[in-house]
Nanobody
Framework: QVQLVESGGGSVQAGGALRLFCAAS????????MGWFRQAPGKEREGVAS???????IYADSVKGRFTVSQDNAKNTVYLQMNSLKPEDTAMYYC??????????????????WGQGTQVTVSS
């Protein structure tokens, strides 16, 4: 049984930083693409960042240069380092995993497993 558990969310002021964690069980994170998504109230879920088995990282334009995705194969954990946070980054952040090769890196419909989410709130 695959389980993804996010943590690390919280409330920060604009310009601050947070590091999100996604611990996986029943699934080897380094084997296929892992992604981070977010959803703000009243908005659609959007892809933020993804990392593939060869450590290739893809970012949404809105977070390029500020967010960094990484993975630790030994700990079976994926991270999202978020710097220079803005109020518009406020959302529930979700970790997700693909089960097939070749899926689109920031397309939520291509991800089969999802965590419960962790809330990030950035105040101005």
């Amino acid at each position: 049984q695959v389980q993804l558990v996010e943590s690390g969310g919280g409330s920060v002021q604009a310009g601050g930083a947070l590091r999100l964690f996604c611990a996986a069980s029943g699934y080897d994170v380094y084997r296929k693409c892992m992604g981070w998504f977010r959803q703000a109230p009243g908005k659609e879920r959007e892809g933020v960042a993804s990392i593939d088995s060869d450590d290739t990282a893809i970012y949404a334009d809105s977070v390029k240069g500020r967010f960094t995705v990484s993975q630790d194969n030994a700990k079976n954990t994926v991270y999202l380092q978020m710097n220079s946070l803005k109020p518009e980054d406020t959302a529930m952040y979700y970790c997700a995993a693909q089960i097939k090769y070749g899926g689109r890196p920031l397309e939520s419909s291509d991800f089969a497993y999802w965590g419960q989410g962790t809330q990030v709130t950035v105040s101005s």
